[in-house]
Every structure is written in C-alpha cells, then in structure tokens.
C-alpha cells in the first residue's frame, strides 16, 4: 500500500461544513483521513438550517453533510449539485439523564408523554436554527399534543430548553437562565 501523501501527488485542502450530529465521527475521523493521504480537512459545524443559510448565502465547500431531507431541500434549492448525494450512515435521536436519576418509563408513548410533562428540564436544538433534532422533538411534542405545556425558555441562542420549578420556589432563587421562563 502507498501512501496518498507521496511527492508525486500534491496535497488537497477540503472544506466540510456538516450538521453538528456527526461532528464528534468527523472529528475522530479526520486525524486518520489526513495522516493516510496527506490532505488537509477544514471543518465548520452547527445547525443543518445555518449550513443551509451559508450556501444560499454563497459560501462553497466541497463536502456538505446533513439529513436526507435536508441534503435534498439543499438540492431542490439549487445550492448543491443535484443527484451528488450518497447516504453515509444514520443518526439517532435519544434522551439521556444526570448520572444519579433513575431511567424514566419511555416503554409506550403515553408514558414518553407524562415523563415529558414531569421533567424538570429539557435541552435540546433550537429548531427556529435549524437544528434537527429540535425540529424533531418540536414535531413530536405537538402529535403528543403538549407543546404549549412544554414551551421553551429561551429562542436566542442554538440550544433550547424548558425549566419547571415547584410553585414554593421563589423566583429570586432560580437561576438568572430560567427566571424569564413562562
């Protein structure tokens, strides 16, 4: 085997501008990729809908990586080549807990629904960004029909989240993040 870094081969620079989901594969990918062939990957992350305003505003790369339904508005719009797109692989959606709370029911979806409507908290993608995952779980919360229960805190940033307090906590004792939350 040789190696693509050999002098009779000059050097590519590729730029990737991908959804965060896969940023932490890339990431680990891209050392190996680049001792293997000698070429130089620049990576810019976030929403798959800020990838998607970066093209329309006229930014080029040469790898763009998002969800299918994504690569293909992208296509549609005319901002990547029709017909390039190759699925690579799948990305999930999950839910996790602080180390030191029991695993909630999630077994039927009545009870994904009233483990929702119970939680304390929950983060994740601004879906107004274009985060996937937010627009999912958007979506979600109005077919469980509980989307005004569980309004977001906060729309300025690329995370969002919603914060419930027992009704004895004083305002003055929550943190300054979730004091504005309705």
């Not at 958007?138 to 906060?154: N, Q, T, Y």
Request: proline fraction near 6%; charge should be positive.
């Amino acid at each position: 085997m040789t190696s693509a870094a050999s002098p009779a081969r000059s050097a590519v620079h590729l730029k990737v501008l991908s959804a965060g989901a896969v940023k932490y594969v890339l990431t680990d990918f891209a050392p190996r990729f680049i001792r293997d062939t000698g070429n130089r990957i620049d990576f810019t992350f976030g929403t798959i809908g800020g990838v998607h305003k970066r093209l329309r505003d006229g930014e080029t790369a040469d790898i763009i990586m998002g969800t299918a339904p994504a690569i293909s508005q992208m296509e549609q719009s005319g901002v990547i080549a029709a017909g390039s797109r190759a699925d690579l692989g799948r990305t999930l959606t999950g839910i996790c807990v602080r180390a030191d709370t029991p695993m909630p029911d999630i077994s039927t979806p009545d009870a994904f629904k009233q483990t929702l409507l119970k939680a304390r908290s929950v983060a994740y993608t601004n879906p107004q960004a274009g985060g996937t995952s937010g627009i999912f779980l958007v979506g979600l919360l109005e077919r469980l029909r509980i989307a005004e229960a569980r309004r977001p805190c906060s729309a300025s940033t690329a995370m969002r989240s919603w914060t419930r307090f027992p009704r004895a906590t004083p305002r003055s004792a929550r943190p300054s993040s979730a004091r504005s939350c309705r």
